[in-house]
C-alpha cells in the first residue's frame, strides 16, 4: 500500500516553456503533499508544502509564481514549472503523507527535468 | 539553527554490518526517520523512530537517543543491493522532515 506516482519520469524542454508534473497518491488519500527538488549529490530541498484545497506554503527562496502548485483533490497535486530555465534543471520529487503511520511521508519515483 | 550530522561516505564488505550514525539539531522533535535512497531514484522509507531504544526490522535496526540528539541506523547480513544512500531525517515541531545530504555507503564483494 501507500504508492506515489509522478508523470512524466523525465522531460526534456526548452528555455522559456512551461512543464506540468502530477503527483499522484494511488491507493490512499492525501491531505497532505510536499514537493522537492535534488540537485546531484546534494540533500533533498522542500520546495513547499501543498494542503488539499487550499494554497501550498512556499518555503524561503522559492518563487511562487515560478513553481505553481495546485493541489486539486485528495489524490492530486500538480507543480508547473513556468518560464523554465536550464538552472531549473534537476530531479524533482514528490511526497505524500497518509497520516496512517505517525506522519510517514511516502516519496513518488521523481521526475528529472532537463532544460536546454 | 536546524542541522543533521552524518558521516558522506562509508565503506563496508558484503555480508557485515555497518552502523551509521546521525546527529541532530531541531527547533523540537516529532520523531527521527530514515530513508534508502539509490542513485537517480526517489527515498524509500525505512524507519521511524519516536521513542529512545532500538527498533529492529529483518536486517535493518534503527536506533534513538533523544537527550542525545543521536540516532544510528544499522545494516546486517550486507548485500550488494543495499549500496545507497541513507538519510537520517528527523522531524520538527511543525512535522517537518529536515534533511541532510546523507552518507552515500559502498558495498564491496
Known amino acids: 500500500g501507500a504508492v506515489v506516482s509522478q508523470h512524466p519520469s523525465w522531460v526534456i524542454c526548452k528555455s522559456g516553456t512551461s512543464v506540468k508534473i502530477e503527483c499522484r497518491s494511488l491507493?490512499?488519500?492525501?491531505?497532505?503533499m510536499f514537493w522537492y527538488r535534488q540537485f546531484p549529490k546534494q540533500s533533498l530541498m522542500l520546495m513547499a508544502t501543498?494542503?488539499?484545497?487550499?494554497?501550498?506554503?512556499?518555503e524561503q527562496g522559492v518563487e511562487k509564481d515560478k513553481f505553481l502548485i495546485n493541489h486539486a483533490s485528495l489524490t492530486l497535486s500538480t507543480l508547473t514549472v513556468t518560464s523554465a530555465h536550464p538552472e531549473d534543471s534537476s530531479f524533482y520529487i514528490c511526497?505524500?503523507?497518509?497520516?496512517?503511520?505517525?506522519?510517514?511521508?511516502?516519496f513518488g519515483p521523481g521526475t528529472r527535468l532537463t532544460v536546454t | 539553527g536546524q542541522n543533521i550530522d552524518q558521516p558522506t561516505e562509508m565503506t563496508a564488505t558484503e555480508g557485515a554490518i555497518v552502523q551509521i550514525n546521525c546527529t541532530y539539531q531541531?527547533?523540537?522533535?516529532?520523531?527521527l526517520f530514515w530513508y534508502q535512497q539509490h542513485a537517480g531514484e526517489a527515498p524509500t522509507f525505512l524507519s521511524y523512530?519516536?521513542l529512545d531504544g532500538l527498533e529492529e526490522k529483518g536486517r535493518f535496526s534503527s536506533f534513538l537517543s533523544r537527550s542525545k540528539g543521536y540516532s544510528y541506523l544499522l545494516l546486517k547480513e550486507l548485500q550488494m543491493k543495499d549500496s545507497a544512500s541513507y538519510l537520517c531525517?528527523?522531524?520538527?515541531?511543525?512535522?517537518?522532515?529536515?534533511w541532510g545530504a546523507g552518507t552515500k555507503l559502498i558495498i564491496k564483494p
Open positions: 501543498s494542503n488539499e484545497g487550499s494554497k501550498a506554503t512556499y
Open positions: 511526497s505524500a503523507r497518509s497520516g496512517k503511520i505517525a506522519y510517514e511521508q511516502y
Open positions: 531525517a528527523p522531524m520538527d515541531s511543525n512535522y517537518q522532515l529536515i
Open positions: 531541531t527547533s523540537g522533535f516529532n520523531g
Open positions: 523512530n519516536v
Open positions: 491507493d490512499f488519500q492525501a491531505t497532505t
